[in-house]
Nanobody, 120 residues
Framework: QVQLVESGGGLVQAGGSLRLSCAASRIIGSISAMGWYRQAPGNERELVAAITSGGSTNYADSVKGRFTISSSRDNAKNTVYLQMNGLKPADTAVYYC????????????WGQGTQVTVSS
């Protein structure tokens, strides 16, 4: 059974930092990309940052220069990180990890979400 375990969310003051982690295991197929999305109340889920298996990265304009996505692989576990610096109240949301894997076709796997709250 696929497992995505997220950690690192919490409450921080504006200007502070947090680091999110998402450990993915038992993924069937080859991972083609991993990423972070967020959803604030009343808003649609939006892409924050993504990284491909080749190391290419993509960021939402609102987080460029403040957030950094990275990944690592240890045996059968793949982990994606999101280092968030210079946090703003507008960054408050539930953050979700997403893994895209390929076996004949692409499959999306989602984490359970972790709350990030930035106070002004």
């Amino acid at each position: 059974q696929v497992q995505l375990v997220e950690s690192g969310g919490g409450l921080v003051q504006a200007g502070g930092s947090l680091r999110l982690s998402c450990a993915a295991s038992r993924i069937i197929g080859s991972i083609s990309a991993m990423g972070w999305y967020r959803q604030a109340p009343g808003n649609e889920r939006e892409l924050v940052a993504a990284i491909t298996s080749g190391g290419s990265t993509n960021y939402a304009d609102s987080v460029k220069g403040r957030f950094t996505i990275s990944s690592s692989r240890d045996n059968a576990k793949n982990t994606v990180y999101l280092q968030m610096n210079g946090l703003k109240p507008a960054d408050t949301a539930v953050y979700y990890c997403k893994v895209v894997a390929a076996v004949l076709r692409f499959y999306d796997y989602w984490g359970q979400g972790t709350q990030v709250t930035v106070s002004s």
